[in-house]
């Protein structure tokens, strides 16, 4: 994700903006190729560059109805659906080397060649030449030195490379390497970065229905003929990948990044797409790839075939540039060092004539470029992927978005940490969060964030905020219900965040969003059922994933993390409408937002990790009606990095979070647990305290299968 590489980004025109919108390393043995042919594809011709595609059939709707039947039966394997070359480096790292460390196969799609102007740049020395086929070889060896770094390897390890036929007679490059039972593998569509006219070509497919992008052949690769893609064929082609391979866990990028209002001269410096956070490619490359997921969904559901079990996540992308940075030095570094290997250097003997590595990158340059996109990773739907609940029997059970749905395991017996087969309740197709509350009467309320619509070519591309009510406590559920958005607008409607909720003592059911203009917004649920219209609560800009809290007095607080400050909102009193309280400016600034619990005097306590920083900070955030600026306590051993989650217990306040190395850690009272067994934690675990006040944790693996962890 060079600055180079991503500079001068043609701006999408006005229907195109809601798209889419150190050192030298040993020498070692040279790269050997090895051509191959894997399954073959369905055959149908590729259209001519000159030739108007038949109408977009229409995409798949949205399929709420519960009862389908789920696989159960699959192996762990992550996919990533890339942009560029180093957009995984870049945004989905630490969370890609802690699968690989763990074991799981990967497996890389990058859809655009990354050939940019074709100028691999040296620093320090003469431009060259353009030479855009030279220059995505380069980028591509960049990879393999980055990934077999990452296994443990020497950078030049040789990998086999072959060709792919793939669905519709399109032909893929493909790099595999494997070693102590670990697999990488590297899938190059390589589509052209631009269209004949100039225009960025992922974002134009994404909108233009005429277009035929062509691909880029890189120098030394084993295919010989460029190809070409349109819509529906890339689609498709996703789509059996997807088929194809069966992973159970789907890395993308931010398909609805954030509004972003910059003068020309900063948008262009930033290599933004006028007026959003990010590249119009990873906008455009995250939109083709969910509108696979729905698609193979949908492909396997028909006739009553299996919900495939795969859970996602997306990735924010050039957002890093505009908030806090959240990882702490040591996992800076560790995120850092795989650029390294990936920028190379043209004194290495890499095997490959046409370069070893992008040159703008590596060195300390990542740490050093002022956007600082490595210095932090987002998610584009942060927050908890299992929602808990304790059944009337004492059984927990847990809710998980699988397949794009929701799903439902329950425990085998009281605290038997046992998962019994999942029950899919619909809703479908979903982000990977969902929220939560418990009605006074016991009754769950689960909220999501569903992909009303997703579709190019000027289609409609919605989102809306649904809901999942409990008929009876421990009983079955009612019809989903849409809940609406914000953020109304055509294009403001895709930017709003994931649903957090807390019920009230009073009975009202509290629902929250960050909308598009990235504050915050509300519909509150009356005590007979009743929802108020979406209300704007006013405030400062916050990130996504807000925390909720009610005070012993009754009144409901919510937090979040602002660009300098925590920003706090609360009720004057109990069943009043919430406002804007002051931000708490004398306490450091967060990465995330804090978790939140009342305490005895009224306040609200809050426990976060400031920006950069591995430490712990325990501020108070304010008594009765007073709000007070909140002051750091030292951390004690907590150390580590990303979200802290909080529940108030018999011995005190129980802390959920990771460490550095990313395993699951505990606090409870002066106890300190480690999770150093069993799979491997996704992002987003839960945390929830029994009557007994003993904790449990849980999550998803790998394998898009639960586990549960009660230490002892």
Not at 19 to 48: E, N
Not at 81 to 91: E, R
Not at 417 to 436: H, I, K, R, T
Not at 637 to 666: D, N
Request: aromatic share 6%.
């Amino acid at each position: 994700m060079t600055d180079r590489s991503h500079a001068r980004p043609h701006a999408p025109g006005p229907a195109a903006t809601g798209a889419p919108g150190p050192g030298s390393a040993p020498a070692g043995p040279r790269r050997r190729a090895v051509v191959t042919a894997l399954a073959a594809g369905t055959g149908t011709a590729v259209l001519g560059a000159c030739t108007v595609p038949a109408p977009r059939r229409a995409d798949p709707a949205p399929d709420p109805a519960p009862g389908r039947p789920i696989s159960t039966a699959r192996r762990s394997l992550l996919m990533q659906i890339l942009a560029h070359p180093d957009d995984d480096l870049y945004f989905m790292n630490p969370d890609t080397r802690h699968a690989l460390d763990a074991g799981t196969p990967l497996v890389c799609v990058y859809l655009t060649a990354g050939e940019a102007d074709g100028v691999n740049k040296i620093p320090g020395r003469a431009r060259p030449a353009p030479d855009k086929a030279a220059y995505s070889s380069a980028r591509h060896q960049g990879l393999r030195q980055a990934y077999a770094t990452l296994l443990g390897l020497d950078a030049f390890a040789p990998w086999e490379i072959s060709v792919a036929e793939l669905d519709g007679g399109h032909r893929a490059e493909v790099n595999v390497l494997a070693a102590d039972g670990r697999r990488v593998e590297l899938i190059f569509l390589n589509t052209a970065m631009h269209t004949g006219r100039h225009r960025l070509g992922l974002p134009s497919l994404w909108e233009d229905r005429r277009l035929v992008l062509r691909t880029v052949v890189a120098e030394g690769s084993p295919l010989r003929r460029a190809g070409s893609y349109t819509y529906d064929g890339l689609i498709d082609v996703l789509a059996g990948l997807l088929e194809r391979y069966e992973p159970t866990v789907v890395h993308t990028l931010d398909p609805d990044p954030d509004i972003q209002h910059s003068t020309e001269a900063v948008r262009r410096a930033d290599s933004e797409q006028r007026g959003y956070s990010d590249h119009a490619d990873h906008t455009a490359a995250a939109c083709f790839a969910w509108a696979a997921m729905i698609r193979r969904v949908a492909r396997a559901t028909e006739d009553g075939g299996l919900i495939p079990g795969f859970v996602t996540a997306a990735y924010r992308g050039y957002y890093n540039r505009h908030w806090p940075k959240n990882l702490p030095p040591r996992v800076l570094a560790a995120k850092a060092a795989p650029l390294v290997p990936y920028g190379g250097s043209p004194d290495w003997d890499c095997g490959n004539p046409s370069g070893c590595g992008d040159y703008n990158v590596g060195g300390d340059r990542p740490l050093t470029n002022r956007k600082g996109w490595v210095r932090s990773t987002h998610h584009r739907y942060p927050g908890t992927r299992t929602a808990l609940a304790a059944e009337p029997d004492g059984r927990l059970a847990a809710y998980a978005v699988l397949g794009l749905r929701v799903v439902r395991w329950q425990e085998t017996d009281p605290g038997s940490g046992v998962w019994g087969l999942p029950q899919d309740l619909g809703g479908g197709p979903l982000a990977p969060v969902l929220g939560s509350a418990t009605t006074g009467d016991g009754r769950l309320l689960l909220f999501g964030l569903r992909f009303a619509a997703l579709a190019g070519h000027g289609a409609d591309n919605e989102r809306e905020i649904v809901v999942l009510e409990q008929s009876a406590p421990g009983r079955g559920f009612r019809p989903w219900r849409g809940l609406g958005t914000p953020s109304p607008g055509r294009d403001e409607g895709r930017r709003i965040g994931v649903p957090v909720a807390v019920a009230a003592p009073d009975g009202r059911v509290h629902l929250f969003v960050r909308n598009a203009e990235k504050g915050l917004s509300t519909r509150v649920r009356d005590g007979s059922g009743r929802w108020s219209a979406w209300r704007d609560m006013g405030g400062g800009e916050v990130q996504d994933c807000l925390s909720t809290a009610v005070d012993r007095g009754g009144r409901v607080h919510v937090f979040g993390a602002g660009h300098h400050a925590v920003h706090h909102w609360s009720q004057d009193s109990p069943g009043a409408g919430l406002s804007a309280r002051p931000q708490l400016t004398a306490a450091p600034v967060p990465a995330h937002a804090p978790a939140a619990l009342p305490a005895s005097d009224g306040s609200v306590t809050l426990h976060y990790r400031a920006a950069a920083a591995g430490g712990l900070t325990t501020v108070q955030a304010g008594t009765a009606m007073r709000v007070e600026a909140g002051t750091a306590v030292p951390a004690g051993r907590f150390g580590g990095y990303g979200p802290v989650h909080a529940s108030p217990s018999p011995r005190g306040p129980v802390l959920l979070g990771r460490t550095t190395e990313g395993l699951v850690q505990l606090r409870v009272g002066d106890g300190l647990f480690v999770r150093n067994g069993g799979p491997v934690a996704l992002d987003g675990t839960s945390l929830h305290v029994g009557q007994d006040g003993r904790p449990s944790v849980a999550g998803l693996g790998p394998d898009a299968a639960p586990w549960i962890w009660r230490p002892r």
